[in-house]
């Protein structure tokens, strides 16, 4: 399991990064990331898998990933335009939409990821005293 690890990492972020020109997207590649942590407490136990990913970091991802996403549309904002107009990101229209997405998708990854790991760890430890 240790050897699969960093490639289903990488598949996450090949999911991540495709998800312009094809199937996937931040949803998608987070829930890969929390499937491959959840892989991991299965294998090497639930405590092994918070000492990895730790709970209070979890709890902080979360937020952090609404937060990126909210501040991917506020050059727009400031700039007087249509909130989330990702033109503002560079010259070109087309490139700032590159940027804007990849924005936008990476608080998607994170919230989501943080989001399943969280309810994984919330349920794992039902019934633990």
């Given at each position: 399991?240790?050897?699969?690890?960093?490639?289903?990492?990488?598949?996450?972020?090949?999911?991540?990064?495709?998800?312009d020109y094809g199937p996937g997207g931040?949803?998608?590649?987070?829930?890969?990331?929390?499937?491959?942590?959840?892989?991991?407490?299965?294998?090497?136990?639930?405590?092994?898998?918070?000492?990895?990913?730790?709970?209070?970091?979890?709890?902080?991802?979360?937020?952090?990933?609404?937060?990126?996403?909210?501040?991917?549309?506020?050059?727009?904002?400031?700039?007087?335009?249509?909130?989330?107009?990702?033109?503002?990101?560079?010259?070109?229209?087309?490139?700032?939409?590159?940027?804007?997405?990849?924005?936008?998708?990476?608080?998607?990854?994170?919230?989501?990821?943080?989001?399943?790991?969280?309810?994984?760890?919330?349920?794992?430890?039902?019934?633990?005293?």
């Amino acid at each position: 399991v240790k050897l699969i690890l960093p490639f289903i990492l990488v598949f996450a972020f090949y999911v991540h990064l495709h998800g312009d020109y094809g199937p996937g997207g931040g949803f998608q590649a987070g829930v890969i990331i929390a499937g491959m942590v959840i892989l991991y407490a299965l294998v090497f136990g639930l405590a092994a898998a918070k000492r990895a990913v730790p709970a209070a970091l979890v709890g902080r991802l979360v937020p952090l990933g609404v937060l990126i996403y909210l501040a991917a549309g506020l050059p727009s904002f400031l700039a007087g335009k249509r909130y989330l107009d990702y033109s503002v990101f560079s010259g070109d229209p087309l490139h700032g939409h590159e940027w804007g997405v990849f924005l936008v998708e990476a608080g998607v990854i994170i919230t989501v990821a943080a989001t399943m790991i969280a309810i994984f760890y919330a349920f794992a430890d039902r019934g633990r005293p």
